[in-house]
């Protein structure tokens, strides 16, 4: 069953996408409609996300407090490396579930997964 892709950014057209990562949405943010089942299931790294956000709270209130500069850089730290393994994970199961799909399936939908690879990579590393 083919579901469109929902979009942060306004204006254009989605095309279908006939599993969660089927089409990679013209803007850069996107998100996948929370029904669609065969989306990978990242439920596990709300944990993580939750810890990231604690970090980021602590963060905040040593800034406040006035804390020493050099140990908040360290905290800063400790949490960009912790979103990288999130991204990581996220990444992880999309080559794992949505990327394998769309190389076992067709020429074409691979050749799209590998343009979305490099997209993300693209954006990863600026």
């Given at each position: ?43 596990a790294e709300i944990n ?79």
């Amino acid at each position: 069953m083919a579901k469109a892709q929902s979009r942060k950014s306004s204006g254009g057209s989605q095309k279908p996408a006939a599993n969660c990562c089927q089409t990679m949405p013209s803007s850069e943010t996107s998100e996948h409609s929370s029904s669609d089942e065969s989306a990978p299931n990242h439920s596990a790294e709300i944990n993580r996300i939750n810890r990231i956000k604690g970090q980021l709270d602590g963060i905040k209130k040593m800034i406040e407090d006035r804390k020493y500069c050099p140990d908040i850089i360290t905290q800063t730290s400790a949490v960009r490396s912790a979103i990288a393994s999130l991204e990581a994970s996220i990444l992880e199961k999309h080559l794992k579930s949505c990327v394998r799909e769309a190389f076992q399936s067709n020429e074409a939908a691979a050749e799209e997964k590998m343009a979305e690879l490099l997209t993300i990579f693209k954006r990863a590393t600026r």
